[in-house]
Structure formats: structure tokens, C-alpha cells
Nanobody, 115 residues
Framework: QVQLVESGGGLVQAGGSLRLSCAAS????????MAWYRRAPGKQREMVAR???????NYADSVKGRFTISRDNAENTLYLQMNSLRPEDTAVYYC?????????WGQGTQVTVSS
């Protein structure tokens, strides 16, 4: 079992920045993949960014150049640095991990961007 706990969400003005953290209950070194997803009101959940075990990263087109995913294996923590935030980035952000080919999710953290 893997527990994931997100933090770092909040209210920010457009153009501002936030950094989300996802603390895992065990070593993330052996995780197959970690990712950030988000669900905006009235919309389906979408993948925002992911990082594969070898270090390869992928981003949704809507966040490329603004968001950066990274991980700290020593701290067992996944991060999402979000810059130049827009109102359309408002959503609940979820941490996801694929470990031994099973999916694990955090409880989510709310990000609200005011115009």
C-alpha cells in the first residue's frame, strides 16, 4: 500500500505561482511513474504532468512552459511548480503513483486562481 498526501494548494492571483508537494509513505525510487492530475468544476479529470522512473517528463499542452514536475527521491516527495497561473488552472490537483502496476491517489488539494 502507498499513501500519498498533497499539500501546497491555495488561492493565488493570476500570474502568480504555487508549488504543490506530494509526500509518499514509502520510497518513490521504485515507483513506475508519478503524475499530477486535476479536475476542474464540471470537467473530466486530466493529466497535467508526469514523470517516469527514468526521469522522462510529459506535460499537458495547456501547462507546457509554465509548470514543472520534479521529484526528490531522498525526501520521497513529488513536486509541481506552477508559474504564470491562469484562472483556467483552477481545479483540485491530485497526486498519482503507479507502483507495482497498481494505481494510488492522494486526497487532492484545491488550487484557485483569481482573475
Amino acid at each position: 500500500q502507498v499513501q500519498l498526501v498533497e499539500s501546497g494548494g491555495g488561492l493565488v492571483q493570476a500570474g502568480g505561482s504555487l508549488r504543490l508537494s506530494c509526500a509518499a509513505s514509502k520510497s518513490i525510487f521504485s515507483f513506475n511513474l508519478m503524475a499530477w492530475y486535476r479536475r476542474a468544476p464540471g470537467k473530466q479529470r486530466e493529466m497535467v504532468a508526469r514523470i517516469i522512473s527514468g526521469g522522462t517528463t510529459n506535460y499537458a499542452d495547456s501547462v507546457k512552459g509554465r509548470f514543472t514536475i520534479s521529484r526528490d527521491n531522498a525526501e520521497n516527495t513529488l513536486y509541481l511548480q506552477m508559474n504564470s497561473l491562469r484562472p483556467e488552472d483552477t481545479a483540485v490537483y491530485y497526486c498519482n503513483a503507479l507502483f507495482h502496476w497498481s494505481d494510488y491517489w492522494g486526497q487532492g488539494t484545491q488550487v484557485t486562481v483569481s482573475s
